[in-house]
């Protein structure tokens, strides 16, 4: 069985940087797509990022576009995401997911992915 652990988050002030952490067990991580979904208070879990297996694409949302960035290292097993010039709507639990494939569609709803870890919270203060 797949586990994925989250970690990285915390407080940080608008224009602040955070990366999460992903650490993957149980599987071939090169296996996995891997992704990142938020959900804010209120509101619905969102796509953020995904990344390929190989490593070597990637796809965002708009809003992150530009400010966030997804990266892998198979030898570790674990997913990254680089969060630059944060803003206050940022706020919300992060959510790392693996999906089982090794194509080139870019998964970005939640229930393309099989796995999930428990989150991690991020709050942007303004």
């Known amino acids: 069985q797949v586990q994925l652990v989250e970690s990285g988050g915390g407080l940080v002030q608008a224009g602040g940087s955070l990366r999460l952490s992903c650490a993957f067990s149980?599987?071939?991580?090169?296996?996995?797509?891997m992704g990142w979904f938020r959900q804010a208070p209120g509101k619905e879990r969102e796509f953020v990022a995904t990344?390929?297996?190989?490593?070597?694409?990637?796809y965002y949302a708009d809003s992150v576009k530009g400010r966030f960035t997804i990266s892998r290292d198979n030898a570790k097993n674990t997913v990254y995401l680089q969060m630059n010039s944060l803003k206050p709507e940022d706020t919300a639990v992060y959510y790392c997911?693996?999906?089982?494939?090794?194509?080139?569609?870019?998964?970005?709803?939640?229930?393309?992915?099989?796995?999930w870890g428990q989150g991690t919270q991020v709050t942007v203060s303004s």
């Open positions: 149980g599987r071939t991580f090169s296996s996995y797509a």
């Open positions: 990344i390929k297996w190989s490593g070597d694409n990637t």
């Open positions: 997911a693996a999906r089982f494939y090794s194509g080139s569609y870019y998964a970005t709803e939640g229930y393309e992915y099989d796995y």
